[in-house]
Structure formats: C-alpha cells, structure tokens
C-alpha cells in the first residue's frame, strides 16, 4: 500500500481486531476463547508480537476465562510459537489428539474440549480419524484446523467432510484455515468463522468472530460478532454515458457513501473500479493519478473511506469519441494489436517469460502468487487481461496527443 496512513492503518488493524475479541469475551463474560489455528501468518519472528499476544491473552486470565488454542499450518512455522510463554489459563493442544475435561459443578455437564495441533507445516490427510469420541453426558467441542472440502485460494489441510465430523458425535466444532465463514448445522453445529481483520482486498467484506451458546440439553446457538476495525470492499462505479469531469466525481462521492453505510468496520479500504461507455474513458486512463487524487479526496470528506487502488474498465469497443481524426489511425493500431499481436504464439510466449520472472522473485506466499492465477487456465486469462488494460493505457496517452497532460493538471 503506498499511502503511508493506510498502510499504518492496516498495519495495526490485526491487533486491533484481536483486542476487540478480548474485549467482546470480556463483556460476555463467555466461558471459554477457542482460536482454531494460525494465530500468526508464517514464519513469524517478532517477539513483540508474541509479547501482543501473550498481554491479551492475560487480560482473560486476570478475569478467570480460559483459552483454547490448537497451531494451525502458519503456526507449525513460526519460530515464536516454540518461544511464547503463555499464561497457565492458556490450553495450547499439542500435536497428539487430547481432551481436556472441563467440571462445571453439580447439577451441570461437564464440557469436553477435543483439540490437535498441526505438527507440521502440512497436513495432506485427514485428522478426525486421530480425534478421541465423544464422552458421554458431556457438552463436546472440537477444535479443528482444516481446508474441509476445499477452498479456491486454500491449499488442502486436514481434509475432511462435515458427515466425518458428525461422525464422532460432537455437539460442536470449531473450525480454522478457511478466510471465509461458514455456519453448517445438523447433527453436530460446525462453524469455520473466517479470520477477524481482512488483510488485503482479496479478503474483502465484513470480518468477524462467533459468539456461541449450547445449553445442557445439546441445542447450539450462533451469533455473528463484528470484530474488524478496517473493512475491504470492492466497489464499482457506472460511468456510462458521463461527459464532464465533475459529473465522474459525484459519481464516487454517490457511491462511496452507499459503501460506507453498508460497511459494518469503522474503516472502509475501497477498491474502485470504473465502468461503462464513456468518452471519459481516455482521460482516465491518462490521468488516472488525479482520478486517484480525486477519489481520496471525496473519501476523506465522507470520512473513514480510504482508496486503495482504482480499476478503469471501461468498453473500449463502444466508446464514443468526437475527435474522429485523432482516433481513426488509434483504431488501426488497436486492430492491429488485437488481431496480429496479442493471440500470436511470439506474444504469448514472452508474456508468460516475464510473468515467470516476476514470479521467481516473489516471496513464498500462496495468497501473492495466486494472484498470477491459480492454475493455467487462470493464469492465461489474467495475463490477456493485463495485457489488454496495458495496450489501452498506452494508446489513451497516444490519444491525448503532446501537451494535452500538462493542460489537463
């Protein structure tokens, strides 16, 4: 993120998500916390934020509420997680399947909590089958980290179906791995809440964490508790039909103040991206820095609502222009490009060297490089499709014509 402020502001926001869960159990004076896995992302080595961790988690044992931790795959890599000395109301499962067995007093049933730690980094097959059965007349929870079916984005980790987790006759199951959340309900409540703090805008939309009640009789109830304190949205502005500058402009102000009332975060991070037939098209792609500009500037006025990047798609095929001696021999080269160069075999081959190049120097994070695409298929359409997006960048400067840049700022 290039403005200094927001990535500040993201920065901070995972902690400040993790503090606003600690406080939620404060204010409930829940029972128990379970974090399902990934505590950290990767191989984490500042101790100062494993000091974070360790003073929230303190904050709970001060008030006699316990937590319930098991190490999922980011875990298994951190050197932190060896290091971390947590406090004695913190049960961090190991990596062979336990139960701890929690006494509630009389007339009350116990609560079972079944938990496994990843030992490793990987965990191509299932661990349900290493999970101990349920105890009788016990309220049973268990604690899982795991891709369930899969996910687009996820690799596959402890592998399982929600049938495999019904199985052993838990009343509840508390999930990790997967960014989004899902609730299933049948013989057993098994929830996959998601993460707390979006971290970019491929993990756009509300964040959260799961408030949950069971009852001695077995019946599970789900709350969905906001915990975010910035939001991702991806938001899309119509520009069809739109002439002048300052009309473009209201347009963002429109609707970026419908997103922000939408938002349930504090903080709304906004991706922009622009539609539509326009004979603004041009302009926008030539200037798309004052668009930048612009558009911040409406979100610092609605207040909270920061730009992270902004997209320009409009159609290039029905655009109107009115400067048809600028743009008749353009047309020509765009037929030119499209036909002749951007399907040849020599194109082809040379965007897929760069893009491999590029690859081989980014770091092992699986979240970047699927960003190249997540298999060939995909992979070859994001690359015509930046491809395209750069033919029509340049063409849009070669459209203006010398001075028009100038004369435009």
């Known amino acids: 993120m290039r403005d200094p402020d927001l990535a500040d502001l993201i920065g901070s926001a995972t902690r400040a998500a993790f503090s606003a869960i600690i406080d939620l159990c404060l204010d409930e004076q829940v029972d128990a916390l379970i974090i399902a896995g990934d505590l950290y992302d990767g191989a984490q080595t500042s101790m100062k934020t494993a000091r974070f961790l360790a003073g929230e988690l303190d904050r709970l044992s001060s008030a006699g509420i316990p937590a319930f931790i098991i190490r999922g795959n980011h875990d298994a890599m951190s050197k932190v997680t060896k290091e971390l000395v947590l406090p004695g109301s913190v049960k961090l499962f190991g990596a062979r399947a336990e139960t701890h067995l929690i006494e509630r007093g009389a007339g009350a049933k116990p609560v079972a909590m079944h938990g496994l730690s990843f030992a490793n980094p990987t965990a191509p097959e299932s661990l349900v089958p290493r999970y101990k059965p349920a105890i009788a007349d016990a309220i049973n929870i268990g604690i899982l ?4 079916g899969g996910a687009p984005g996820h690799d596959a980790y402890a592998p399982c ?6 199985a052993l006759g838990y009343d509840y199951w508390a999930l990790g791995h997967i960014h989004s959340r899902q609730v299933i309900t049948g013989r057993s409540t098994i929830v996959m ?4 703090q979006g971290r970019d805008i491929n993990e756009a939309g509300p964040k959260s964490v799961s408030l949950v009640s069971i009852t001695d009789t077995g019946e599970v109830s789900v709350e969905e508790r906001p915990t975010a304190l910035a939001e991702f949205a991806r938001v899309t502005v119509d520009a069809s039909g739109l002439e002048e500058w300052r009309d473009l402009a209201e347009s963002l102000t429109t609707v970026l103040k419908q997103a922000h009332q939408a938002a349930t975060a504090r903080e709304l991070v906004v991706r922009l991206t622009i539609t539509g037939a326009t004979e603004l098209a ?12 612009e558009a911040r500037e409406r979100g610092a006025r609605i207040g909270s609502v920061w730009i992270e990047k902004i997209e320009i798609d409009c159609d290039r095929q029905k655009l109107v222009v009115s400067d048809t001696a600028n743009i008749a021999p353009l047309q020509e080269i765009r037929r030119l490009i499209d036909d002749d160069i951007l399907g040849s075999d020599a194109f082809q081959t ?4 760069i893009a491999g190049n590029l690859l081989a120097q980014l770091p092992n994070d699986e979240t970047l490089r699927n960003r190249f695409g997540t298999d060939e298929t995909d992979a070859r359409a994001r690359l015509a499709k930046l491809a395209r997006e750069g033919v029509d960048d340049v063409l849009s400067r070669f459209h203006a014509g010398p001075g028009a840049q100038d004369e435009t700022r």
């Open 145 to 148: 980290h795991t891709s369930l």
């Open 161 to 166: 179906s929600p049938a495999d987790l019904e």
């Open 193 to 196: 809440p998601g993460m707390p």
């Open 282 to 293: 041009w302009r926008m792609r030539r200037d798309a820095d004052v668009l930048l500009t």
């Open 350 to 353: 040379r965007l897929s060297a």
